[in-house]
């Protein structure tokens, strides 16, 4: 903070509190935290919902039931259609309607709008703490042993309203001692919507007069490219005929390699391709491998790498970037060869992503009878920190630009190790007759480049 008085050399988070201890002192203001929770539109006109339990008596006015009397089970009908007048349905259920104050005793009638959908889900994960309880919300035993939920995630849609609902409803129980923590979630996330494309969009016509006719006829909807899917627009993808023409795997991996998880994607007919193009070539690995447990030398410390990237990424829900990491392996199981220790490490790592494959592979390579156990049900593999980093670089050798040929030398290695390597090779030696080198110009870990000239 710099030109603020009292507050010069602080920093923001510092000057906050002393701007509100300064208000106050001053006696022109206090601190005080604003919510975001708005008056809650709590009823609705329907049968379907929780009754509420309250009675209305013309000499007691109203009246909540006794602890007794509830649950307060819904009527059952034949009909539960809307009313003309805009009541609930069960406005005309009389003999349910009808009934007497728990005050008086005198004639009252019952609450007939019930509670929204909210109202449920709001409090659910408790109940699944303690399901068959016919006694109480949950047992205390049982909402101290499970709570809070460890980890809620869910839409963005429902950020805003259930999330402030939920946690106003889970306070409440918890002032009057039905819940033993002031949250009731330790951790929550919001995965991203999947967007469809716009049928309505001017990309999707040539001529000037069709795009302003769209334009006019749809305002700045037709604009997007992608907006969200519905049965009106008739963007929505079923997911039924992915599988049918794809497989399950493929869409699994596509929905995961789409995007960020939490930001907004567009779903797209030809990247699903991509992802059975993708899982295509892991099933063809098996018809290169080499009859060999052990994981080779040349694909090492790539594999160690990937097991960590794959499990920090799941861990953190990067599902996107831990399919890349996968596609990149594979590159490089074609590019090197492989084993069948290394074809072993990617079928566990593929597991979580596409199932289905991984098994088939698994048990059409020996390994279920090897390990006796499925690869869903083996550890995740384990890497190791010092294997991550390569000890060894393929380099390229160039002869004036152009390449000749490849050497393998120590990482990190110096210059001279890395010339000297080069000028033992037989593809260089055959270069430099009737040559003599004049520079040399290295690239670390990717190319050398030798400067010749006429000897003569």
């Given at each position: 903070?710099?030109?603020?008085?009292?507050?010069?050399?602080?920093?923001?988070?510092?000057?906050?509190?002393?701007?509100?201890?300064?208000?106050?002192?001053?006696?022109?203001?206090?601190?005080?935290?604003?919510?975001?929770?708005?008056?809650?539109?709590?009823?609705?006109?329907?049968?379907?919902?929780?009754?509420?339990?309250?009675?209305?008596?013309?000499?007691?006015?109203?009246?909540?039931?006794?602890?007794?009397?509830?649950?307060?089970?819904?009527?059952?009908?034949?009909?539960?259609?809307?009313?003309?007048?805009?009541?609930?349905?069960?406005?005309?259920?009389?003999?349910?309607?009808?009934?007497?104050?728990p005050c008086c005793g005198g004639p009252a009638r019952r609450e007939t709008d019930t509670m929204p959908n909210w109202a449920g889900s709001n409090w659910y994960y408790l109940r699944y703490m303690d399901p068959h309880n016919d006694r109480e919300?949950?047992?205390?035993?049982?909402?101290?042993?499970?709570?809070?939920?460890?980890?809620?995630?869910?839409?963005?849609?429902?950020?805003?309203?259930?999330?402030?609902?939920?946690?106003?409803?889970?306070?409440?129980?918890?002032?009057?001692?039905?819940?033993?923590?002031?949250?009731?979630?330790?951790?929550?996330?919001?995965?991203?919507?999947?967007?469809?494309?716009?049928?309505?969009?001017?990309?999707?016509?040539?001529?000037?007069?069709?795009?302003?006719?769209?334009?006019?006829?749809?305002?700045?909807?037709?604009?997007?490219?992608?907006?969200?899917?519905?049965?009106?627009?008739?963007?929505?993808?079923?997911?039924?005929?992915?599988?049918?023409?794809?497989?399950?795997?493929?869409?699994?991996?596509?929905?995961?390699?789409?995007?960020?998880?939490?930001?907004?994607?567009?779903?797209?007919?030809?990247?699903?391709?991509?992802?059975?193009?993708?899982?295509?070539?892991?099933?063809?690995?098996?018809?290169?491998?080499?009859?060999?447990?052990?994981?080779?030398?040349?694909?090492?410390?790539?594999?160690?790498?990937?097991?960590?990237?794959?499990?920090?990424?799941?861990?953190?829900?990067?599902?996107?970037?831990?399919?890349?990491?996968?596609?990149?392996?594979?590159?490089?199981?074609?590019?090197?060869?492989?084993?069948?220790?290394?074809?072993?490490?990617?079928?566990?790592?593929?597991?979580?992503?596409?199932?289905?494959?991984?098994?088939?592979?698994?048990?059409?390579?020996?390994?279920?009878?090897?390990?006796?156990?499925?690869?869903?049900?083996?550890?995740?593999?384990?890497?190791?920190?010092?294997?991550?980093?390569?000890?060894?670089?393929e380099m390229a050798v160039q002869v004036n630009g152009k390449l000749r040929s490849t050497i393998t030398v120590p990482a990190d290695c110096d210059e001279q190790t890395i010339v000297a390597a080069a000028l033992a090779d037989e593809k260089i030696?055959?270069?430099?007759?009737?040559?003599?080198?004049?520079?040399?110009?290295?690239?670390?870990?990717?190319?050398?480049?030798?400067?010749?000239?006429?000897?003569?």
């Open positions: 903070m710099v030109n603020s008085g009292f507050l010069n050399g602080m920093t923001v988070k510092e000057a906050i509190p002393a701007m509100k201890e300064y208000a106050a002192k001053q006696g022109w203001g206090r601190e005080k935290v604003n919510y975001k929770l708005r008056d809650w539109v709590f009823t609705r006109q329907r049968y379907w919902g929780e009754p509420i339990p309250l009675v209305n008596c013309e000499k007691c006015g109203w009246v909540p039931l006794p602890e007794s009397e509830l649950p307060l089970l819904l009527p059952q009908v034949d009909s539960y259609e809307p009313t003309d007048d805009g009541e609930s349905p069960l406005s005309k259920m009389t003999d349910w309607v009808n009934t007497t104050c919300l949950v047992s205390k035993e049982a909402e101290e042993y499970w709570g809070p939920v460890d980890w809620y995630n869910g839409g963005m849609e429902h950020t805003t309203l259930h999330l402030l609902y939920s946690r106003f409803w889970h306070k409440f129980l918890y002032d009057i001692g039905v819940v033993h923590t002031k949250e009731p979630y330790a951790k929550r996330t919001s995965h991203g919507m999947i967007l469809g494309q716009n049928p309505h969009y001017v990309g999707n016509v040539e001529t000037e007069e069709e795009k302003k006719a769209l334009i006019e006829k749809y305002g700045s909807e037709a604009l997007r490219p992608s907006v969200k899917m519905s049965k009106s627009l008739g963007n929505v993808v079923n997911p039924d005929d992915v599988i049918k023409a794809y497989g399950a795997d493929t869409m699994r991996v596509y929905i995961m390699f789409i995007g960020d998880f939490e930001k907004v994607a567009t779903w797209s007919d030809d990247a699903v391709k991509g992802s059975k193009r993708f899982l295509d070539r892991c099933w063809n690995l098996m018809d290169m491998v080499k009859d060999d447990p052990e994981i080779s030398k040349k694909n090492e410390a790539s594999i160690h790498r990937t097991i960590k990237k794959v499990g920090d990424d799941v861990d953190q829900l990067k599902m996107n970037t831990a399919i890349a990491a996968l596609m990149t392996l594979v590159n490089e199981f074609y590019s090197n060869g492989l084993t069948k220790g290394d074809l072993e490490v990617l079928i566990q790592l593929l597991s979580p992503f596409a199932p289905h494959i991984a098994e088939e592979m698994w048990e059409l390579c020996g390994f279920a009878a090897k390990h006796g156990k499925m690869a869903m049900q083996m550890d995740w593999p384990k890497y190791d920190e010092s294997k991550t980093i390569a000890s060894e670089h030696k055959r270069q430099m007759e009737g040559m003599k080198l004049v520079k040399t110009i290295v690239v670390k870990n990717r190319i050398v480049n030798l400067i010749l000239k006429p000897a003569n």
